[in-house]
């Protein structure tokens, strides 16, 4: 069982990365809408632009999901289910949470939502 001072510790570190991600967001948004008023003189205009808002899109998509489970993250910790896995209802390793601290399954369970997954 975590002690309330590693609790605290994951519960600081998640509420940090949460903040750095809403800032990262709020920047790629302003570059996309920066990219779609530039001036295009040609195909290759076009292409890297393309290129461009396709990586951003893909680094928002990605860092909205992690985004999302750090606050299923923080509200377990409320609800003092933090660092319990959701399928098997068993403690997540803290080596695991010190890696990924809003981990939602222990690595048994993960390996099989990935499986299901693919």
């Known amino acids: 069982m975590l002690t309330?001072?590693?609790i605290n510790s994951f519960k600081e570190a998640l509420e940090k990365r949460k903040a750095h991600i809403e800032q990262n967001l709020?920047?790629?948004t302003i570059d996309i809408n920066g990219l779609?008023?530039?001036e295009l003189k040609d195909e290759g205009d076009h292409a890297a632009m393309s290129?461009?808002?396709a990586v951003e899109n893909a680094i928002s998509e990605q860092q909205s999901k992690e985004l999302a489970d750090i606050e299923l993250a923080l509200d377990k910790i409320k609800e003092n289910l933090y660092g319990i896995c959701e399928m098997c209802e068993e403690e997540i390793n803290i080596e695991r949470l010190k890696v990924k601290n809003?981990?939602?399954y222990c690595i048994t369970c993960r390996e099989v939502v990935e499986k299901e997954q693919n």
Do not use: H, I, S
């Open 4 to 6: 309330t001072t590693e």
């Open 26 to 28: 709020g920047k790629v």
């Open 36 to 38: 779609r008023r530039n």
């Open 51 to 53: 290129l461009e808002v």
């Open 102 to 104: 809003f981990a939602r």
